[in-house]
T-cell receptor
């Protein structure tokens, strides 16, 4: 059982480039999330999805886009990379919100130069 | 609105000593509360969760936390620290009205031999 899988693990982008961070889960969870983690700031929610075809903004959505065409996949798109997007990105999923735990991927460390 | 405050960005204890990591929350409704642990270069893993069944919650690896409504606290404790407990710990809150779990800024635990 793979859980939540993120690719790539590391990436360096130049300012203005675009990329997609991939996330897939094999637990048939309806809820999926993208967080960014910056030192001393905890995790900030970028986007989330409550099911295929349904996405919504989190706390820090600017500069990002998402899609959810299947239950399993929830890619995060950066269109015009900026240095402020240098961070560690985590994808997570849960069976439902509220009292259920979230399962996290191992993260993608992104540097924009 | 919900919020989580973790007191102390860094805590250092000696091996065998008591571990106490502090978490205070703000929520307008009875919350669901979580503690997650993050080992270096990994995603977050659930340690324990409070869902109103019992105020003292036992988790994995000997950790426990007590929900104190009057103090709006959910502090994490472990009687005897082990070197393998060195990690970053996150307190999180989720209320019944939303789909978003809010994470604290994290506390990094150092364990000295």
């Amino acid at each position: 059982n793979a859980g939540v899988t993120q690719t790539p693990k590391f990436r360096i982008l130049k300012i203005g480039q675009s990329m997609t961070l991939q996330c897939t889960q094999d637990m048939n969870h309806n809820y999926m999330y993208w967080y960014r983690q910056d030192p001393g700031m905890g995790l900030k929610l970028i986007y989330y999805s409550v099911g295929a075809g349904i996405t919504d903004k989190g706390e820090v959505p600017n500069g990002y886009n998402v899609s959810r065409s299947t239950t399993e996949d929830f890619p995060l798109r950066l269109e015009l990379a900026a240095p402020s997007q240098t961070s560690v990105y985590f994808c997570a999923s849960s069976y439902q919100e509220l009292n259920t735990e979230a399962f996290f991927g191992q993260g993608t460390r992104l540097t924009v130069v | 609105a919900q919020s989580v405050t973790q007191l102390g960005s860094h805590v250092s204890v000696s091996e065998g000593a008591l571990v106490l990591l502090r978490c205070n929350y703000s929520s307008s409704v009875p919350p669901y509360l979580f503690w997650y642990v993050q080992y270096p270069n990994q995603g977050l893993q659930l340690l324990l969760k409070y869902t109103s069944a019992a105020t003292l919650v036992k988790g994995i690896n000997g950790f426990e936390a007590e929900f104190k409504k009057s103090e709006t606290s959910f502090h994490l404790t472990k009687p005897s620290a082990h070197m393998s407990d060195a990690a970053e710990y996150f307190c999180a809150v989720s209320d019944t009205g939303g789909f978003k779990t809010i994470f604290g800024a994290g506390t990094r635990l150092f364990v000295k031999a």
